[in-house]
């Protein structure tokens, strides 16, 4: 123990293990099982309604409205209270900023909203999630934009 340490036995630090690919790749898959769950129980009153017809806005048809906003929701509001979804959950993953303070809604829209945004929209994005195997701190783009980091709960 440093000097310092011995002095302050409470402001020792902790290393962090961050999240790898795969944990971070489990966790996702489970929490798409989630969102796809709910979007089935919300959007199922739609197949009944129009003769089984598609109700369309433009370009946009109401259950994929409903759907991509459940599936935005869903982790930046699991992540802004829990700091973490159902599947970082089961699998002991945690969501915290940089500099280790509490997560703000400005670094969570960019990380869960802009972030993920990004990887759907945009077809070859989604190899960018690569980056979490290769960085030395494990992150993705979404957690480079948003200035978080994933680690494993000790």
């Known amino acids: 123990m440093t000097e310092e340490q011995m002095k302050y036995p409470s402001t020792t630090t902790t290393k962090k293990r961050y999240a790898g690919f795969w944990m971070r790749f489990w966790a996702y898959l489970v929490d798409l099982i989630i969102v796809f769950s709910i979007n089935g129980i919300l959007l199922l009153p739609f197949k009944f309604m129009n003769d089984g017809f598609s109700m369309e806005f433009g370009y946009w048809t109401v259950t ?3 759907g991509s906003i459940v599936f935005y929701l869903y982790f930046l509001l699991m992540t802004k209270f829990f700091n ?3 599947g970082k959950m089961i699998f002991g993953l945690r969501v915290i900023r940089a500099d280790s303070k509490s997560l703000r809604w400005s670094d969570l829209i960019f990380r869960e909203v802009v972030g993920r945004f990004i990887h759907r929209v945009f077809f070859i994005a989604v190899f960018l999630y690569l980056f979490v195997a290769f960085t ?6 979404h957690d480079m934009i948003g200035n978080t980091r994933v680690v494993i709960e000790e």
Do not use: D, E
């Not at 030395?136 to 783009?141: L, N």
């Open 64 to 66: 994929g409205i409903i």
């Open 84 to 86: 973490q979804t159902l």
């Open 136 to 141: 030395t701190q494990k992150q993705g783009i």
